[in-house]
């Protein structure tokens, strides 16, 4: 079995799979095939990518999903407002993702709030009230170096008093191996309590995205992902890194900077990249 | 860790000699894990590993642990082939002004890389400007303006104009007309399947002339980096390339990858998000890095 599960291994690498994840999934495929019963008209071959296809297929459909439009309508009967946390490393899409995020809502007339919480990155509240302006949402910021945990706090008084549904909090991109930005992100998620926190990564990235995603998981939480970047040719192998480390689901992938390219993700997609 | 993995490998290999295939298949294992661990790109990891095995396993190598040392070094210097020994400067012309100009996917960090760049060749004497064709992005034009505030050197910008050419033109013909003789052009991101944004950039190439195209990379790019660069590089004359956000828990294989691509030097790297958070490019210590 070892032998056959080798070449498995490199397929999974060359479609943009984590080493670590390529690892566990091979484990998982030779699990599978010590158990299957070899029936005489499936050939060694088949059995192999059956039994890869039903790894992935495991993967990649996560126990929990979220169906987030319902998600509104649960809160909207709470006389709550739905806050989500965006967060993940520097440049992975987070800002964009708020925008787009904000224009479906309104597309099914779900209003919406952003807070500018990246009060550190130069022309980040700039950037955010130019696509708040374009959507047709309002936007609660401070000044550059004002507290990020306040910004949001303001940002969920603000949609309470006036019943906004949804506060879509953005914050600063940090490397998750940075203590004291970590920290940071922690104390925003003590004073806020965010109902969804939404990890944001980037389809390019290669193995980092493993650390990123345990780390953030593990200081924070990460109820769901957003892939963004699906559109630069990728044959999606992050995104089985990503499932397969937080074992939560993929909220949307981002296929462009136009604010609709956010689409659902579609497993089968990633599967037929991988599958030969 | 990864480090101690083939520093194991490579001990169990030199105790079990030459002839112990099953230690040169293990040490190979180790090699080509580190490898793809660190992002190098999947041929180039195997091509690497192959080398390796023929020029440890060909040369006369002395005993003990002085042969675990060439091992090394022999891995060391097949990276480090690729990346190129000397350090190569960027372009700073002295008898006429020089303009340089960023390109690279959305979010790698050119436009943060721009204002370190400013902040470098200022300090080498020069009259710095930066000049942003970024009309697209929101935001694109404050940011570099907050960045470049820092450093008191001036941004030009046009976000209302639709043409970036003329506003590249218009931008640095101000700066040359007083007299400043750096000029730095930041651009928008793009990626290889945006042939249209592909086009503009070789546009922009054609019509500015610049004396140095710098791609720059995102430390955290996997498989996907050489097939990107290559694209890049066969659109616009790439020059160097600049790698960013090596202070995060990437080891860079993805950049060492993109320079094989584009067949140019690495110049520097960005291992923070302030302005002087760029240093020269060291391929030893990188390489050193990158096998951890
Ligand atoms: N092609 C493409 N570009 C994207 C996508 N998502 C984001 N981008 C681009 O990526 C770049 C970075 O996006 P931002 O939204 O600023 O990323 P960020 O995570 O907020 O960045 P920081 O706040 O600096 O950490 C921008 O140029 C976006 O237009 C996507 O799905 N496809
Ligand atoms: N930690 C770290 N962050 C960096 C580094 N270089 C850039 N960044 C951050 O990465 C993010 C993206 O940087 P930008 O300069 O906006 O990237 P860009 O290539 O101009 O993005 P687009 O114009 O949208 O294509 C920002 O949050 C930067 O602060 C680096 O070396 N280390
Ligand atoms: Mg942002
Ligand atoms: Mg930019």
């Given at each position: 079995i070892k032998k056959v599960i080798h070449p498995l291994k490199d397929i999974l690498i060359q479609n943009e799979v984590a080493v670590v994840t390529a690892d566990k999934i091979c484990e998982s495929v030779s699990d599978k095939l010590l158990n299957v019963e070899y029936k005489r008209m499936s050939s060694p071959k088949s059995l192999i990518l059956e039994a890869l296809r039903s790894s992935l297929l495991e993967i990649l459909q996560p126990e929990e999903t979220i169906d987030l439009l319902s998600l509104v309508e649960e809160y909207k009967k709470k006389k709550q407002p739905l806050v989500i946390a965006f967060f993940g490393i520097n440049g992975v899409g987070k800002t964009l993702s708020i925008a787009k995020l904000g224009y479906y809502?309104?597309?099914?007339?779900?209003?919406?709030?952003?807070?500018?919480?990246?009060?550190?990155?130069?022309?980040?509240?700039?950037?955010?009230?130019?696509?708040?302006?374009?959507?047709?949402?309002?936007?609660?910021?401070?000044?550059?170096?004002?507290?990020?945990?306040?910004?949001?706090?303001?940002?969920?008084?603000?949609?309470?008093?006036?019943?906004?549904?949804?506060?879509?909090?953005?914050?600063?991109?940090?490397?998750?191996?940075?203590?004291?930005?970590?920290?940071?992100?922690?104390?925003?998620?003590?004073?806020?309590?965010?109902?969804?926190?939404?990890?944001?990564?980037?389809?390019?990235?290669?193995?980092?995205?493993?650390?990123?995603?345990?780390?953030?998981?593990?200081?924070?939480?990460?109820?769901?992902?957003?892939?963004?970047?699906?559109?630069?040719?990728?044959?999606?192998?992050?995104?089985?890194?990503?499932?397969?480390?937080?074992?939560?689901?993929?909220?949307?992938?981002?296929?462009?900077q136009k604010y609709n390219d956010l689409k659902p993700f579609i497993p089968e997609q990633i599967i037929k990249n991988v599958l030969p | 860790t990864l480090g101690s993995k083939l520093h194991k490998a490579i001990s169990n290999f030199i105790s079990g000699g030459v002839a112990d295939k099953e230690a040169i298949k293990q040490l190979k294992n180790e090699m080509l894990r580190a490898l793809l661990e660190s992002d190098v790109d999947f041929e180039i990891a195997n091509k690497v590993v192959s080398e390796v095995e023929k020029k440890?396993?060909?040369?006369?190598?002395?005993?003990?642990?002085?042969?675990?040392?060439?091992?090394?070094?022999?891995?060391?210097?097949?990276?480090?082939?690729?990346?190129?020994?000397?350090?190569?400067?960027?372009?700073?012309?002295?008898?006429?002004?020089?303009?340089?100009?960023?390109?690279?996917?959305?979010?790698?960090?050119?436009?943060?890389?721009?204002?370190?760049?400013?902040?470098y060749i200022k300090k080498r004497g020069k009259k710095v400007a930066v000049v942003t064709a970024d009309n697209w992005r929101p935001g694109a034009y404050e940011q570099l303006q907050q960045l470049c505030s820092q450093i008191d050197v001036p941004v030009y910008g046009d976000p209302e104009n639709k043409r970036t050419v003329k506003i590249a033109q218009t931008g640095i013909k101000k700066f040359l007309n007083e007299k400043y003789n750096y000029i730095i052009l930041d651009t928008a991101g793009r990626h290889k399947e945006e042939k249209d944004l592909l086009n503009e950039m070789n546009d922009l190439y054609s019509k500015i002339k610049p004396d140095e195209v710098i791609l720059v990379i995102d430390g955290n790019l996997g498989q996907t980096a050489y097939k990107q660069a290559k694209a890049f590089a066969e659109k616009t004359p790439v020059g160097s390339i600049i790698v960013t956000k090596l202070d995060g828990s990437a080891k860079g294989g993805g950049a060492l990858s993109a320079a094989a691509a584009a067949k140019v030097p690495i110049k520097f790297i960005g291992n923070g998000e302030t302005i002087d958070d760029l240093e020269e490019f060291n391929p030893t210590s990188f390489v050193g890095r990158l096998l951890g």
């Open positions: 809502l309104k597309k099914n007339d779900i209003s919406s709030v952003f807070a500018a919480s990246d009060t550190f990155r130069a022309g980040s509240i700039q950037q955010l009230e130019q696509h708040a302006k374009k959507v047709g949402v309002k936007i609660i910021s401070q000044t550059y170096g004002s507290d990020a945990a306040a910004v949001a706090f303001d940002a969920v008084s603000h949609a309470s008093a006036k019943g906004i549904d949804v506060v879509l909090i953005d914050t600063a991109g940090r490397m998750e191996t940075n203590k004291n930005l970590m920290a940071e992100l922690q104390k925003l998620d003590r004073v806020v309590e965010p109902d969804l926190k939404i990890f944001v990564g980037d389809a390019l990235t290669g193995n980092s995205l493993v650390s990123q995603a345990e780390l953030f998981n593990s200081k924070i939480g990460i109820d769901a992902s957003i892939i963004n970047k699906m559109d630069a040719d990728v044959k999606g192998g992050a995104t089985i890194s990503v499932v397969h480390a937080t074992r939560k689901p993929i909220l949307f992938i981002g296929v462009g | 440890s396993l060909e040369k006369e190598l002395p005993d003990g642990l002085s042969r675990k040392k060439s091992v090394i070094s022999i891995i060391h210097d097949e990276l480090v082939a690729i990346l190129g020994k000397k350090h190569y400067p960027i372009t700073i012309n002295h008898d006429k002004p020089t303009i340089i100009m960023l390109i690279g996917i959305q979010g790698s960090g050119k436009t943060t890389t721009t204002a370190k760049i400013a902040k």
